[in-house]
């Protein structure tokens, strides 16, 4: 069997999954061309899909400068996060007081209003890289943190229990079982917080930046081009999903056995 | 010669009875089961086998009390317990891992009993791809390779459908014959019992004390249809109940 025939199968499943979803959003933007265009509302309150994307290609080079900022505190914000988040969710699961200590803090954490928090951390850390750091991670931390630490508990009890007995400490426990039993969540987790990461860099940016999709977006609403801010926010829905499917791919890539669960095996079983 | 052997062996969880009064012996090379009601307490007794619970009562290994657990038993829990994340023979290695054999030298010394337990070319399969008699053959091959004194067997068939388990009883029963495994199962299977043991210990309802031993004469290989007798006087013990000896706990 010619392997690429094998490889290229799942993506052609993957393709025919994708048709409702193209046909969902293509429905959507030919009704708002077709207003934008017929009932004579002006460009500069609601601009049609094809100005909006002559604009985006015509500003390309500010659009493509202003994203990478933000590419960027999204990124390491998200790594930053991560770590912690990882590191904290061990010590949860070996001192499990720690949760009760911490855990509500963290919650308050995430009822915190960006709309107010953005400006204060601006205020705070200055234009730079940090404070838009600290925003993404502080809306990614806490998704990240809650699905490890459950992930760490569905670890099935009579795996605990046969490792236990064949002489394991807490650590082997954890390393063999409770680590790779939270996969899943942390996958779960990881397309959650994922999705707010962009948002929370932008939301940094918006409250003052030198440059990124944030501030761009505010310039280009304060002189009246809707056009552009949409373009922008074109830009960054196309970053959210680039990254959400970054995890699917790493999900795929960590979880062999995902995927190989869903075909039973193929040679015959012996007796 | 006994190996195991508990003298009057006693559980409370809280203020709750398990296990009231258990005493038996495993000589080496028999196979011996546990036969009594569901939530009888079975499944604590190899807690305290294993050192994760702590009990009243006698405990004694090779003559010895029972100290360093993992030392003696390689445990097989109800479910076949296989991580869906490593393949069949990582999973069979893991024993041997645990007790600090490397990963390669590990695998060299699995690789081997793959086609004995019928799992040969299903290596570098997941747990998912298998059927659930495959699996357990797998768990099984994950317990006996750690090479530890006497084997701890929690309903290993429980959770089958009826036909595969009476073809892993069958298997095993061979497995056993040539093996000669020091073997300790707990069951609620009358017929499983009385198809593998050699000695069965009958428990009560919790909290569980023994209402019988009877040793099992049938010769070996086991026929099936020759132990209709000894089921009939076991069922008949599990389903009207009465000490035999002076046990007057409660």
Redesign the interface.
Same mark, same amino acid.
């Given at each position: 069997m010619v392997s690429s025939s094998v490889a290229l199968r799942p993506l052609a499943g993957s393709l025919a999954k994708a048709i409702p979803a193209v046909l969902s959003v293509g429905l959507l933007l030919v009704a708002w061309e077709l207003y934008a265009t017929y009932s004579g509302i002006k460009p500069t309150i609601l601009p049609a899909p094809s100005r909006v994307f002559q604009q985006a290609m015509l500003n390309r080079e500010a659009l493509i400068d202003n994203a990478i900022p933000t590419i960027g505190a999204t990124l390491i914000g998200f790594a930053c996060s991560l770590s912690v988040a990882f590191v904290l969710s061990m010590l949860v699961d070996f001192f499990w007081p720690l949760r009760r200590a911490l855990f509500p803090v963290f919650i308050v954490s995430q009822t915190l209003p960006l709309v107010a928090i953005a400006p204060l951390v601006v205020l705070w850390f200055g234009f730079g890289l940090m404070p838009k750091i600290l925003l993404v991670a502080l809306v990614t931390f806490f998704p990240t943190l809650v699905a490890l630490v459950q992930g760490y508990e569905a670890t099935?009890v009579?795996?605990g #229990?046969?490792? &236990?007995?064949?002489?394991?400490g807490r650590w082997?426990v954890f390393m063999?079982?409770r680590l790779?039993s939270a996969?899943p969540y942390f996958f779960a987790g990881l397309r959650i917080s994922i999705t707010y990461a962009v948002v929370g860099a932008i939301f940094a940016e918006y409250a003052g930046a030198a440059k990124g999709l944030g501030i761009y977006m505010l310039n280009a609403k304060n002189n009246f081009r809707p056009d552009l801010v949409l373009a922008a926010v074109g830009v960054s829905a196309a970053l959210t999903l680039i990254l959400f499917g970054l995890t699917v791919f790493l999900q795929r890539l960590a979880?062999?056995?995902e995927r190989?669960?869903? #075909?039973?095996?193929r040679?015959g079983? &012996? &007796? | 010669m006994s190996r195991l052997e508990l003298r009057h062996v006693r559980k409370a969880f809280g203020g709750l009875d398990v296990l009231a009064d258990i005493s038996l012996n495993v000589g080496a090379g028999e196979f011996v089961s546990i036969l009594g009601p569901s939530g009888a307490g079975k499944s604590t007794l190899f !807690?305290l086998l294993?050192?994760?619970e702590h009990g009243e009562g006698e405990m004694l290994f090779d003559g010895a009390p029972l100290d360093d657990? %993992?030392?003696h @038993?390689? @445990?097989?829990? !109800?479910?076949d317990?296989l +991580?869906?994340?490593?393949r069949i023979l990582d999973n069979a290695t893991? %024993?041997l891992?645990? /007790?600090g054999v490397k990963r390669k030298a590990a695998r060299a010394r699995v690789a081997p009993l793959f086609a004995e337990f %019928?799992?040969? %070319?299903?290596e570098r399969?997941?747990?998912? !791809?298998?059927?659930g008699g +495959?699996r357990q053959r797998a768990a099984l091959l994950r317990t006996v390779v /750690?090479e530890r004194d006497m084997l701890?067997l929690d309903e290993p068939f429980g959770a089958l459908d009826a036909l595969t388990r009476t073809?892993m009883q069958r298997w095993l029963e061979q497995m056993w014959r040539e093996h000669h495994w020091t073997a300790l199962l707990i069951t609620h299977d009358v017929r499983e019992a009385v198809f593998l043991s050699d000695c069965i210990y009958v428990l009560s309802a919790r909290p569980a004390r023994v209402l019988r031993e009877i040793p099992v004469p049938l010769p070996r290989p086991r026929d099936p249809t020759g132990a209709a007798a000894l089921e009939a006087e076991i069922l008949d013990i599990l389903l009207n109940p009465q000490p035999s000896k002076g046990n007057d706990h409660d």
């Open positions: 099935e009579e795996i #229990q046969m490792l &236990r007995a064949m002489g394991a082997r063999l079982a790779p996969l979880m062999p056995w190989a669960g869903r #075909q039973p095996a040679k079983a &012996r &007796r | !807690q294993t050192g994760a657990h %993992g030392r @038993f390689a @445990f097989m829990p !109800q479910r317990a +991580m869906p994340w490593r893991l %024993g891992e645990v /007790q %019928g799992l040969a %070319g299903f399969h997941f747990p998912a !791809q298998l059927s +495959m /750690q701890l073809a």
